[in-house]
């Protein structure tokens, strides 16, 4: 049993806490893993530190952040990974309907290039390049996708150690291993899970991908282009 995911937030609870501009605005800012204290979050939300801090204590009681005592100072991050990704799937629906309109997220004609093309998801990759990989690694039955669920099969797993992928951490994590995740730029899904975790992780040690001063914007490096173009092809 995934006990962080007993403890996720129902998506009627997530989608009512989201409904909420500045609320939305602070949770976009800790989409990239990062904790960050209230005064931060309250500057980013355009919000008073007594407005912030009430909307911050919902989000720990609804599930949805987590706090912790940095001496004088309480930081807050997403909850959990599934957290993480219920909120970008629930941003994606959010954009398709057009019936809530988050200010840090804009629309795909209008997403920055940076952005659009490689980001953080959280802490697996998203963005036109986690989009077009995903699609390959499925076209050549390197993943069997089954509504949400994604396994592996042993052209994968022979793929992506052949990668420097570590599934073997992946699979030891207490969390959703491999799944689909709606990409709000692409509205295509990319991959998710502790599998997806493990292979940014991989394209960042081995400096295929580098970070940017953009938040979660990531850069593709000359190497990093050679290396992800000739995956599952």
């Known amino acids: 049993m995934d006990i962080a995911r007993d403890h996720a937030p129902s998506v009627s609870s997530l989608a009512a806490l989201l409904a909420d501009a500045g609320r939305m605005t602070m949770l976009w800012a800790l989409m990239d893993g990062?904790?960050?204290?209230?005064?931060?979050?309250?500057?980013?939300?355009?919000?008073?530190?007594?407005?912030?801090?009430?909307?911050?204590?919902?989000?720990?009681?609804?599930?949805?952040?987590?706090?912790?005592a940095r001496g004088r100072h309480r930081y807050f991050r997403i909850a959990t990974p599934e957290t993480a990704a219920a909120i970008e799937a629930l941003a994606s629906a959010v954009l398709a309907t057009r019936e809530l309109r988050p200010r840090p997220v804009p629309v795909s004609r209008t997403t920055p290039v940076p952005l659009r093309h490689a980001r953080t998801c959280y802490d697996h990759l998203a963005g036109e390049i986690?989009?077009?990989?995903?699609?390959?690694?499925?076209?050549?039955?390197?993943?069997?996708?089954?509504?949400?669920?994604?396994?592996?099969?042993?052209?994968?797993?022979?793929?992506?150690?052949?990668?420097?992928?570590?599934?073997?951490?992946?699979?030891?994590?207490?969390?959703?291993?491999?799944c689909t995740c709606p990409d709000w730029s692409e509205r295509k899904p990319h991959l998710g899970g502790a599998l997806g975790a493990a292979l940014l992780n991989t394209c960042l040690h081995a400096k295929w991908l580098e970070p940017t001063r953009e938040p979660r914007a990531l850069r593709v490096t000359p190497l990093g282009q050679r290396k992800l173009s000739a995956i599952a092809v």
Do not use: K
């Open 34 to 68: 990062s904790a960050r204290p209230a005064g931060e979050l309250a500057l980013v939300a355009g919000l008073s530190a007594s407005s912030a801090s009430g909307h911050l204590a919902r989000l720990v009681d609804g599930g949805v952040l987590a706090q912790e």
């Open 130 to 178: 986690a989009v077009d990989l995903f699609a390959r690694m499925h076209a050549h039955r390197w993943l069997r996708i089954d509504g949400s669920d994604v396994a592996l099969t042993d052209a994968g797993v022979n793929g992506l150690t052949a990668l420097g992928v570590d599934l073997t951490s992946a699979r030891a994590r207490r969390r959703r291993f491999a």
